[in-house]
């Protein structure tokens, strides 16, 4: 992280020609099960990894907020790099065109505003290592380092908890974004060396430990889906439409065996085709796949947990209708390459995910480089929650 923090040091001084007085970082974060539970209240089993988004920050008393952004942390052609931008607290206007990491900032601090918390102001530089488009969670990682600096300018400190719901209702009000809390727990509530089981039903969050000297390998393909506003409202609805055909607040309180017998009573006058027949049944199948994955890792049962993560693959592909044919060759290599040693799987933004003997990940990251050059590969590890660096560790 060294390197991100010395980036972000030099961003501040040139910026506002001052030393920073605190360092705040969140990392990113990946899923091994459960892309998008938090759309029905389902499980995700996730995790924080070692690249992160850091701010380097000093506190003002007049309720300003000034930030000049490096070029890694940008996103959103609407943002220049090293030009500071600035807002007083509750008077954030609305959204910036194409300015997506700015607005991430603004809309927090409305949020915190219209809940009665009186910000007393920072200044800030902000650098990131998150490689962009991987699913590794830019926003989340964005939102969760400011709101845990923020504790530097308000009288009562937030829990790491409350900062993770505060990010979510800035993207759902100030955004306009369909979205639940899932990539900012995973952010907030990390801890190294383990895997999170979050429920998006309750909230609850349990430290699932990895088995010992493993990393993930994380791979983008050339071409992969876009996130889009639309498909986050189209699975929603799918997920609405279901809970009223069977009278549920919840597609918690649904099982498998009763949507796969009501089969023949849906109907697209109810709303239900076949797309959204098979996405549900993907959804309620990774409940599922997510509590044996859990008893896997407990039991340092990989050859189970190869299992379930190609059967999430399968289901994705089969149910979820994503498919990705170089996603799907290059998770063949890798299949054949670790057998029962790892697990491997593509993510609903077609993402390659795998978890590996560390040794096994740098080898094989080697091999697919030299097979998929127009790839993007990264080697990463579980990680801590967001929080402050101390100035002496730069």
Not at 322 to 334: F, K, L, S, Y
Not at 372 to 392: R, S, T
Request: charged share 20%.
């Amino acid at each position: 992280m060294n390197s991100v923090t010395d980036t972000v040091t030099r961003l501040f001084q040139q910026a506002f020609s001052a030393e920073p007085s605190a360092l705040y970082q969140s990392p990113g974060r990946v899923n091994l099960i459960g892309d998008y539970s938090d759309c029905h209240d389902g499980l995700t089993l996730c995790c924080a990894v070692d690249y992160h988004t850091v701010f380097a920050v000093k506190p003002r008393q007049d309720g300003q907020f000034r930030v000049a952004f490096h070029p890694s942390a940008i996103k959103g052609q609407g943002i220049h790099a090293g030009q500071v931008y600035q807002w007083r607290a509750g008077e954030e206007g609305a959204p910036e065109p194409d300015s997506d990491s700015l607005n991430n900032l603004k809309g927090i601090t409305r949020i915190m505003t219209l809940s009665g918390l009186q910000l007393g102001g920072l200044d800030m530089a902000v650098a990131s290592s998150i490689p962009a488009n991987t699913a590794m969670g830019t926003n989340a990682a964005l939102q969760t380092a400011f709101g845990t600096a923020l504790n530097l300018c308000i009288d009562q400190p937030l829990s790491p908890l409350a900062i993770a719901q505060l990010a979510q209702r800035a993207e759902q009000l100030y955004l306009k974004h369909t979205c639940g809390a899932l990539s900012q727990m995973s952010c907030v509530l990390a801890q190294r060396d383990n895997l999170l089981m979050i429920d998006s039903l309750d909230l609850d969050c349990q430290p699932i430990p990895l088995p010992e000297n493993m990393a993930f390998l994380i791979i983008k393909p050339a071409a992969v889906i876009a996130k889009t506003e639309a498909r986050r409202l189209a699975r929603q609805q799918h997920c609405s439409t279901m809970n009223a055909f069977f009278h549920l607040d919840s597609l918690r309180n649904l099982s498998l065996e009763q949507l796969d017998n009501a089969r023949s009573a849906l109907s697209e006058e109810d709303g239900i085709d076949d797309r959204a027949f098979r996405q549900v049944r993907h959804l309620l199948s990774e409940n599922q796949r997510a509590h044996r994955m859990v008893s896997a890792l407990r039991h340092r049962n990989m050859s189970l947990l190869n299992a379930l993560m190609s059967a999430s693959h399968r289901s994705l592909v089969d149910d979820y209708g994503v498919d990705n044919p170089r996603a799907n060759e290059i998770c063949q290599q890798i299949q054949q390459s670790a057998g029962q040693q790892g697990a491997v799987r593509m993510t609903a933004d077609q993402i390659i995910l795998a978890l590996l003997p560390q040794t096994l990940a740098d080898s094989l990251s080697t091999d697919i480089h030299r097979r998929f050059p127009e790839a993007d590969i990264y080697v990463c590890h579980a990680a801590d929650a967001a929080g402050q660096i101390k100035l002496a560790a730069i």
